[in-house]
């Protein structure tokens, strides 16, 4: 199946700092990627839909200035949580479709002290 | 408005018996569904798929039922192995493809050796 990675695996930050979370697909071409967010326990929330070449879809409740996506290329796309708060602590998933299935990264657990 | 349940939390299964995991749905547009399978920490593995054409779609060990009426889908695995002990996450889309996909609460599977 369709590989696709995540980078960091884990970050630690500090309050009110940025932090960059990049999501590849590694053996295939991308148009569309898709950002994630679960909480301990809860089902994986969709927080934005990333277009290549164009702006992310936002959906309901997320911040688009806190959360910047750049779809900049067929094979990556990058999560920047600016300004991070202990609230933003989550794990992150990101996922790419091919085929009409979508597959996922390993996500990355942000704790933001 | 949780759109996809699962309504059964966990589950416990005997190695080698049968393991059948539930997901209801409420929205009528919803026409693609996806099972995937999670571990902590990491995220979902794609396992199966099924189209509203279709009631019934299998792969090896997994088959996936669709009732269209009843908005009800169900996953069985068998024989169920140690393996097979991970978090179970129905997912559903109103197309194929770069859709969003909407996930349920999951269900934590066990298998009793």
């Known amino acids: 199946g369709a590989v696709v990675s995540q980078h960091p695996s884990r970050v630690i930050c500090k309050s009110g700092t940025s932090v960059k979370i990049e999501c590849r697909s590694l053996?295939?071409?991308?148009?569309?990627m898709f950002w994630y967010r679960q909480f301990p326990k809860q089902s994986l929330m969709l927080m934005a839909t990333?277009?290549?070449?164009?702006?992310?879809?936002?959906e309901q409740g997320v911040e688009k200035d806190k959360f910047l996506i750049n779809h900049a290329s067929l094979t990556l796309s990058t999560l920047t949580v600016t300004s991070a708060h202990p609230e933003d602590s989550s794990f992150y998933i990101c996922?790419?479709?091919?085929?009409?299935?979508?597959?996922f990264g390993p996500g990355t657990r942000l704790t933001v002290l | 408005d949780q759109q996809v349940k699962q309504n059964s939390p966990s589950l416990s299964v005997q190695e080698g018996r049968i393991s059948i995991l539930n997901c209801d749905y409420t929205?009528?547009?919803?026409?693609?569904f996806l099972w995937y399978k999670k571990y902590p920490a990491e995220g979902p593995t794609f396992l199966i798929s099924i189209s509203s054409i279709k009631d019934k779609n299998e792969d090896g060990r997994f088959t996936v039922f669709l009732n269209k009426s009843a908005k009800h889908l169900s996953l069985h695995i068998v024989p169920s192995q140690p393996g097979d002990s991970a978090v179970y996450f129905c997912?559903?889309?109103?197309?194929?493809?770069?859709?969003?996909?909407?996930f349920g609460t999951g269900t934590r599977l066990t298998i009793i050796p």
């Open positions: 990333s277009n290549e070449g164009s702006k992310a879809t936002y």
């Open positions: 996922s790419a479709s091919q085929s009409d299935t979508q597959y």
């Open positions: 053996d295939f071409q991308a148009t569309t």
């Open positions: 997912a559903a889309s109103a197309s194929f493809g770069n859709e969003k996909l909407t």
């Open positions: 929205n009528s547009m919803f026409d693609y």
